[in-house]
């Protein structure tokens, strides 16, 4: 029930570029290129996203953050 009101909010923030958890701009986050060729960025709250396009990004897993 929880996830079905929340979801909806987080899907909008990141279209917008923004991070989930403290709604900054992930623009201005720290990033770290991979050699697979992704990005990965970690917001200042330590959420990790992967850079799909100029404007998209999704949650990162665990072993893409770590690794």
Request: glycine share 12%; proline share 3%.
């Amino acid at each position: 029930m929880f996830r079905n009101l929340i979801a909806p909010v987080q899907a909008w923030l990141l279209s917008q570029g923004q991070c989930v958890g403290c709604g900054m701009p992930l623009s201005g986050a720290v990033s770290h290129g991979k050699r697979d060729g992704s990005e990965v960025v970690i917001c200042k709250c330590g959420r990790g996203y992967v850079r799909v396009s100029e404007k998209r990004y999704r949650r990162a897993k665990q072993s893409e953050v770590s690794a």
